[in-house]
């Protein structure tokens, strides 16, 4: 079903490109993260074995589903929805995991049990030594696949370069199951420009972590102009952003942004970068995998981040590992943290490593991933320091729980349920409001 127009780039990009002339970024402050609390509505259940593992053989982390290009679930021909995951082997150190990551894939005809599909791109075709987060859709049977090509392709050493790349294929799916195939070469798609999103290089005079990753694909309903988001840092040579007065001078460090960038041609290859849609200056490095959702014309903004990348400083204390939210009244409105601080769902207190990567979908359920489990309060530093053995042992490396969140008309948000393990729903977004005057522009 077409439920609205589609974007045309030639026609439809100056018009796209005019709604974000003179926008400035929503700000995340450091006033709004003092207020972050962990409270039962967004704490979730204590994990701990036996829980069910998606894979034998491999760890798996960061998870996306396949979607349709309005970013409800896609189900196959044959029935299959599928789950796209970051993996790597069992024998590699979970800390480790990162500099080997491949994306993976499982598919399912219930969104309960999944059978693993292997590695996405045939070996070799992807660019960067390693891939991290991104998102894929399909239309008719091409799959645009987005994701973060991090280091250089053949580099001996890892490295920490980040940018944004589309492989393009096609999907075969039956009643036996899927495969993706075709892939025509793989495109680097977005790089920072150092004015609005931060380079590598920039970054190398300070600061804990760099990030222009984790592309997530974006049709706003009430244009019908396409996006990517992603996870960025401001731009400029990092250490030399003013917080004021009052504010710990390291704090400087801490320039985690959202970023966007619109597309220019209908092959899905280039795309303008934009102001960033929320900046984090002076309160918090990392804005991971950033999604939106729409819902009853409201834009929940959400993102993924780390008690250790809060900027120092910050009365009581920085928040935790969490998933984090903001709403807005439209894309380019002011985004205010949900529930004051922002806080939106975080693992218990006494286990505040046990899950991360937290991915909400259109129905609002969560998607997220067993990480360091059952530590009885041994920090994430310490883990690292223990033998290999230990650090297996306390790694799940395969899906949490599913949550189910509800989210109150006053900006508050609730854990109301926990589903199974791994369990993806057909999350259908809501049938988007056209908005009239563009649908009458348009000829189809
Ligand atoms: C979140 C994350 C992503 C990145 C990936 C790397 O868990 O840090 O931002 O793409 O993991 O493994």
């Known amino acids: 079903?077409?439920?609205?127009?589609?974007?045309?780039?030639?026609?439809?990009?100056?018009?796209?490109?005019?709604?974000?002339?003179?926008?400035?970024?929503?700000?995340?402050?450091?006033?709004?993260?003092?207020?972050?609390?962990?409270?039962?509505?967004?704490?979730?259940t204590e994990i701990n074995e036996p829980f069910p593992r998606i894979s034998p053989d491999l760890w798996i982390w960061d998870m996306w589903p396949l979607t349709e290009k309005d970013g409800s679930t896609a189900v196959l021909p044959g029935g299959w929805r599928v789950l796209f995951a970051l993996t790597a082997p069992k024998s590699v150190l979970p800390g480790?995991?990162?500099?080997?990551?491949?994306?993976?894939?499982?598919?399912?005809?219930?969104?309960n049990d999944w059978i693993q599909g292997g590695t996405v791109f045939p070996e070799g075709d992807a660019l960067g030594s390693r891939q991290w987060a991104g998102s894929a859709f399909v239309e008719d049977d091409t799959i645009n696949f987005f994701y973060t090509a991090t280091g250089r392709r053949g580099e001996s050493q890892v490295t920490y370069e980040q940018r944004i790349a589309l492989a393009r294929g096609r999907v075969i799916s039956d009643l036996n199951g899927v495969l993706f195939d075709d892939w025509a070469p793989h495109q680097v798609i977005l790089e920072p420009d150092g004015v609005l999103y931060q380079t590598l290089e920039q970054s190398l005079s300070g600061g804990i972590i760099y990030a222009f990753r984790d592309p997530f694909f974006f049709k706003d309903p009430a244009s019908g102009c396409e996006y990517?988001?992603?996870?960025?840092?401001?731009?400029?040579?990092?250490?030399?952003?003013?917080?004021?007065?009052g504010v710990p001078p390291e704090a400087r460090f801490y320039t985690g942004n959202i970023g966007i960038a619109l597309l220019r041609n209908e092959d899905f290859t280039e795309w303008e970068l934009l102001p960033a849609l929320l900046q984090a200056p002076c309160t918090n490095q990392q804005t991971e995998r950033p999604h939106l959702i729409v819902n009853g014309g409201r834009y929940y903004l959400f993102t993924d981040s780390h008690q250790f990348t809060f900027a120092p400083g910050l009365v009581p204390g920085p928040g935790p590992d969490g998933l984090y939210g903001f709403v807005a009244g439209s894309l380019r409105g002011n985004y205010t943290p949900l529930n004051g601080g922002g806080l939106v769902v975080t693992n218990a207190p006494q286990e505040p490593f046990q899950a991360y990567s937290w991915l909400v979908l259109p129905d609002f359920t969560v998607l997220s991933f067993i990480d360091n489990f059952n530590l009885q309060g041994i920090s994430i530093e310490e883990v690292g320091l223990l033998p290999d053995e230990?650090?297996?042992?306390?790694?799940?490396?395969?899906?949490?729980p599913t949550l189910q969140l509800k989210i109150f008309p006053?900006?508050?948000?609730?854990?109301?349920?926990?589903?199974?393990?791994?369990v993806l729903t057909l999350s259908q977004t809501e049938s988007p409001k056209c908005n009239q005057q563009f649908c009458n522009e348009c000829d189809d």
């Not at 230990?390 to 949490?400: K, P, S, V």
């Not at 006053?410 to 791994?422: A, D, F, M, Q, R």
Request: aromatic share 12%; proline share 4%.
């Open 96 to 111: 480790k995991r990162h500099d080997v990551a491949r994306i993976g894939y499982f598919y399912s005809k219930n969104g």
């Open 410 to 422: 006053n900006n508050t948000t609730k854990i109301v349920n926990e589903l199974g393990y791994g």
């Open 390 to 400: 230990f650090q297996f042992a306390h790694f799940g490396g395969t899906l949490a």
């Open 228 to 245: 990517l988001l992603f996870e960025g840092n401001i731009g400029g040579v990092a250490g030399e952003f003013d917080c004021g007065p």
């Open 1 to 44: 079903i077409r439920n609205f127009c589609g974007y045309d780039p030639e026609r439809d990009f100056e018009r796209c490109l005019r709604a974000h002339e003179d926008a400035v970024p929503s700000n995340w402050t450091r006033a709004q993260a003092e207020r972050i609390r962990i409270t039962p509505d967004n704490v979730t």
